[in-house]
């Protein structure tokens, strides 16, 4: 791959720099990111980088998009992460639902839900994982009864993402119990605001709130609210998990932004009046991490060559998911370990939230969420490395 990018990509880079520096909320710099879990806020911060026409650059111009190539895609990631821009509140609805409503989706789920996704106006999560499935999406049990030009759907969702503010749910259903496994799947886009859907809260270790359970009873869908055929819906789920682990990749960026910042706390910190850096034990394990993230990076972008060559994303995108995510864990490990029992502390000395503590408790949920450590490793094998089938499958 070339590493260089073009006179175009660099004015790219320059146009989207240029309008970060002046639209990027000043009290959410000043404020070290304390905003970073209010919907409010980010609702809005959706809302401006959709009116500067950021708000999703791969998307065609007709829904709202710029046409973006792959590589500006690229330039995109490493200027927010560079700038340090908060996540768009939607990133389930812009990275998985959007793409697969544009390839899948009837023009009229194009025409009510798109651009409500590009604002912010309506956030969407994603309800597959079940409490007895676990990654074995093909285990689950949430049933949808037809019922006239209704479905009546009951069962429980788990480790829904944003499913507390979420107004849509882009919902898996067993529609037929005598098919084969895979098969007797549906894909409904569900309103999350009716009477028959409750969500309760999974509170973190870290104390945030991310995930939720999802309790269904009798809740309603209508023939208008299917993504694709009735028990059909296995195609239409990986068409979003292809869209899901390619946007994983990109976090080989932030992995990249966080060794930056270990490096300045190690620069930062004293011990005996030495800063951290100098220790050499600090150093051995910090020369280890640096060689990984950039191994990480370098294997990121040949992943990324074979896409541009291909026109379409490969299984390779599980290589990524599952590098950044092992080694993000680690990194996080190293900056409690260095600081010795500060490292520990949930608050720094000015009462604010603990970036190193706090991420280091997140690292762990990186390995599952999006399809544990496990499964990509089986992907990786299976996929990739041409070796046999899981006998346990």
């Known amino acids: 791959m070339d590493f260089s990018f073009t006179k175009h990509e660099e004015e790219f880079r320059q146009?989207?720099?240029?309008?970060l520096e002046e639209h990027l909320p000043k009290d959410w710099v000043m404020s070290n990111q304390k905003y970073v879990k209010d919907p409010v806020f980010l609702r809005n911060w959706q809302k401006e980088l959709y009116e500067g026409g950021w708000g999703a650059i791969a998307w065609p111009e007709k829904y709202g998009g710029r046409n973006a190539t792959l590589m500006e895609e690229i330039i995109y990631e490493q200027?927010?992460?560079?700038?340090?821009?908060?996540?768009?509140?939607?990133y389930v609805?812009?990275?998985m639902v959007g793409p697969t409503l544009m390839d899948i989706g009837t023009e009229e789920q194009k025409e009510q839900y798109l651009q409500k996704m590009l604002t912010g106006e309506e956030v969407w999560c994603q309800g597959y994982s079940e409490p007895n499935a676990g990654s074995d999406l093909a285990a689950i049990q949430t049933s949808a009864v037809k019922d006239g030009d209704r479905w009546i759907i009951n069962g429980q969702k788990v480790w829904t993402s944003y499913g507390h503010?979420?107004?849509r749910c882009f919902l898996l259903a067993r529609t037929n119990h005598f098919e084969k496994k895979h098969k007797g799947i549906t894909v409904f886009l569900l309103d999350m605001k009716q009477a028959g859907v409750e969500t309760q809260p999974i509170i973190q270790m870290n104390g945030e709130h991310d995930f939720n359970e999802v309790f269904l009873k009798d809740a309603i869908a209508y023939d208008a609210d299917i993504v694709g055929e009735v028990d059909e819906g296995w195609r239409v789920t990986?068409?979003?998990l292809a869209h899901e682990r390619t946007g994983i990749g990109a976090q080989v960026f932030t992995l990249e932004q966080q060794f930056q910042d270990l490096v300045t706390l190690a620069k930062e910190r004293e011990d005996h009046g030495q800063p951290l850096i100098k220790n050499p034990f600090i150093r051995k394990n910090m020369i280890d991490l640096y060689a990984r993230s950039r191994g990480s990076l370098l294997n990121y972008y040949r992943n990324l060559t074979k896409t541009l060559k291909n026109g379409y994303p490969g299984p390779e995108g599980s290589m990524d998911k599952l590098i950044v995510s092992e080694i993000t864990k680690d990194l996080?490990?190293?900056s409690i370990s260095m600081q010795g029992h500060q490292g520990i502390l949930s608050e720094d000395v000015d009462g604010e939230h603990s970036y190193w503590s706090n991420n280091y408790l997140y690292s762990f949920g990186q390995t599952i969420g999006g399809g544990t450590s496990e499964i990509q490793r089986n992907t990786i094998g299976e996929r990739i490395l041409g070796l046999p089938k899981d006998l346990r499958r």
């Open 15 to 19: 146009e989207l720099r240029t309008w």
């Open 79 to 90: 200027e927010m992460v560079r700038a340090k821009a908060p996540s768009p509140i939607n």
């Open 93 to 95: 609805g812009i990275h």
């Open 165 to 167: 503010v979420a107004d």
């Open 238 to 240: 990986m068409a979003l």
């Open 332 to 334: 996080f490990a190293q």
